[in-house]
């Protein structure tokens, strides 16, 4: 083989080695775009259900004005895909959910048994969606950061991406529960 030959076959297999790569991270920033999506589904949802609790509640009588305005205008600014507002939204429904406590004939509510736990579900798969995504942004930070895909990653423009984190270290604590 002349030396033309031997160069010509190594720099075929350096760009099929680029190709190989550039693929990878098409597909890893698809999964994480994937991922992103479930979390706006499962936020969607939440959002559908916090009318019907909201109005459950209020169906009593006796609940706290300030809180249930609170939620409502948490619910209507965090639609935009606000982080900051979706996490205020889930400090105002543990504090919803908290104030129920007081209120045994609406815990004994079916109605209000069955939003909770619909609303329970949904905080559940917004966790599962928030888990997935962030598994999804590591796989691609791998590549965009590891020998040799970096050099594909800074020769095409991908960059790494931050993982879905919450806003405050309190939310970190579980929620205190009475039964």
Do not use: C
């Not at 959002?47 to 459950?56: G, Q, R, Y």
């Not at 706290?64 to 606000?82: C, F, H, P």
């Not at 104030?99 to 329970?120: H, W």
């Not at 966790?127 to 590891?146: F, K, P």
């Amino acid at each position: 083989m002349t030396g033309e030959a031997m160069l010509a076959v190594i720099a075929l297999a350096v760009l099929a080695g680029m190709v190989v790569i550039y693929n990878r991270l098409v597909a890893r920033k698809n999964h994480v775009l994937e991922a992103w999506s479930g979390i706006d589904v499962q936020l969607k949802r939440r959002h559908d259900l916090i009318p019907k609790l909201v109005e459950a509640v209020k169906a009593y009588g006796h609940y706290e004005s300030g809180l249930m305005e609170a939620v409502t205008r948490l619910r209507g600014a965090g639609q935009g895909g606000d982080l900051a507002a979706e996490n205020g939204l889930s400090r105002s429904l543990r504090q919803l959910l908290a104030v129920v406590e007081n209120y045994p004939e609406l815990k004994a509510s079916q109605l209000y048994l069955d939003l909770q736990a619909q609303l329970s579900d949904a905080e559940e798969q917004i966790q599962y969606a928030r888990r997935y995504y962030n598994g999804t942004v590591r796989e691609l930070n791998i590549l965009v950061q590891s020998f040799p895909s970096n050099l594909v990653a800074k020769l095409f423009g991908y960059r790494t991406m931050d993982y879905f984190e919450i806003e405050l270290a309190t939310q970190r604590e579980s929620p205190e529960i009475e039964l």
